[in-house]
């Protein structure tokens, strides 16, 4: 004979063993007000010593939520499209389904949001959106919102907005006291644009460059965070009278658009001009690229970001967080000491 199931305690058996209705239940359960201290310590332990546990997925359901989370990304950014293959399995792990919609040229990010939010998604997790404060605040105070890969300067508790994200500052300086280590003081740095992160990159790289006494030495040039702006860039550079010793590019996709040019034109990476990325994507491995750059562990800040995720959508707002992730210098072939 099969031994039947126990039934899983509800709320109404807490609250007939507390002599008290379900709504108060509720209201003591979820933190808010309305009982005694007496009768909320009742409660709590009545719903501890039967093994009540609160079923979130109904909660969601009454709160015409999903146990979906949505993701924006932009699927042109080779560090977005690793950062998915991580969100899919940390929600996996805790119940929750993902379901993905891309920012593109001529479909702008509220329209991403609104056709994510549209079916219905609990919670949100936007990679490196470029929106400004005022979207997030307003967008936070209709579903959960966590934003990866981006500095948001506008976090306070009033907003319960999550950000996970590397510390684009310390890895810009690794960059550059590596470089200036290696002899490098001829250091040109190719922005990221308008890009998330681009101005925190900049910023770093100039402070870095002050830091060593360099900053006669500093030159920005204007880019994006893809390989037509680092061509671009390149082309600029290969103008000049002189070339610089080492290129810093904003990212990984931009350093391969330099490197690309740079090479067409017969010039010796590493042995004329160091070039580094920032990212470390799977592209920058490659043997053929070997690209010198710094690490962002893309399954850390997927997993941060799931959990903050489902934990604003369970338990509720919360205030402000913002997770700061530690980068991580990669030396490969791309860089080496300037030429003598």
Known sequence: MTTPRRRRPTMADVAERAGVSRTLVSFILDGKPGASDETRQRVLAIAD???????SAARLLA??????LGVMSDIRQLFEAELITHIYPAAEKLGYEVLLSANLPGRTEPTVVESLLSHRCGALILLGPKAGQDFFDELASRVPVVVACRRL????????LATVRTDDAKGIRQAVDYLVDLGHHHIHHVSGGTDPGSDDRQEAYCRA???????????????????EAGAEAARTMLAAPTLPTAVLAGNDRCAL???????????DVPGRV?????????????PRIDLTTIHQDAGEIARRSVELAVSMLVEGPSRATDVVLEPQLIVRGTTAEPPR
């Open 49 to 55: 010593e039967i093994g009540y546990r609160p079923d």
């Open 63 to 68: 709160q015409g939520r999903s146990r979906t």
């Open 153 to 160: 300067t506008g976090l306070n508790d009033e907003v319960p």
């Open 209 to 227: 460059m002050r830091a060593h006494g360099l900053a006669g030495e500093s030159v920005v040039i204007p880019g994006a965070h893809n390989e």
């Open 257 to 267: 658009g330099i490197l690309d040019v740079f090479t067409r034109a017969g010039v």
């Open 274 to 286: 160091s070039l580094m990325g920032f990212d470390d994507s799977r592209l920058s491995e490659n």
